[in-house]
């Protein structure tokens, strides 16, 4: 049986015999391990992509935001444009997408490293990656902001990656740039996001 569905394991028949007044304590227990093992499998295969991966750490670093952080927290939302920071830099494909979308970039706009955009809701997101500069500030969520509303947009997000807890540390520790309202993804703990706020008196 359990080569058939794997998660069909002796902790889950223990669950299924057990009395009535004791399945749901051991589901707990069960569930909570499984998620467990979920993560660390995500958490081992983020490990091994960056390992393995081609360009400079920036260009891993801005895959893995769009392969593994949007799929996972911007469920809706498609890639528009990536800045990888080399030739040109709106590509014909890219500009087609970007017209689709309702987007019109104009001189003086300042394009983040991912900008993704959900049809349904008709909001853009952005994704800026750090290995050495760059996190959202405050001058970008301005600038940004203001572009969504030309373009007509209904509402815009952030997020901040980094690659590691130990970069991302050492830049907040000395910039402590990152604005509220906005996410830090972390791609060596990349089953969580962290939402920034502000104390309000």
Not at 4 to 19: Q, R
Not at 117 to 127: A, E, R
């Amino acid at each position: 049986m359990a080569g058939v569905f794997p998660w069909f394991t002796a902790s889950f028949l223990d669950i299924l015999k057990a009395p009535e007044n004791g399945w749901q304590e051991l589901l707990a227990t069960w569930s909570t391990e499984d998620a467990t093992r979920a993560r660390l499998q995500i958490q081992a295969k983020l490990a091994d992509s960056a390992k393995t991966g081609v360009g400079s750490p920036h260009e891993k670093l801005i895959t893995a935001s769009c392969k593994e952080y949007a799929t996972r927290f911007l469920p809706g939302y498609e890639v528009l444009y990536i800045d990888m920071g080399d030739g040109d830099r709106v590509d014909t494909e890219a500009q087609k997408r970007l017209y689709a979308a309702g987007l019109k970039i104009e001189l003086g706009d300042s394009m983040p490293d991912v900008l993704l955009w959900n049809k349904q809701t008709d909001s853009l997101w952005v994704i800026e990656a750090v290995c050495s500069d760059g996190e959202v500030d405050l001058h970008k969520v301005t600038n940004l902001r203001k572009f969504a509303q030309r373009c007509g947009k209904s509402r815009i997000g952030f997020t901040t990656a980094y690659p590691t807890w130990q970069l991302a540390a050492a830049r907040q520790g000395k910039h402590k740039n990152i604005p509220p309202d906005t996410f830090i993804w972390i791609q060596e703990d990349g089953t969580k996001q962290f939402s920034v706020e502000t104390f309000k008196a």
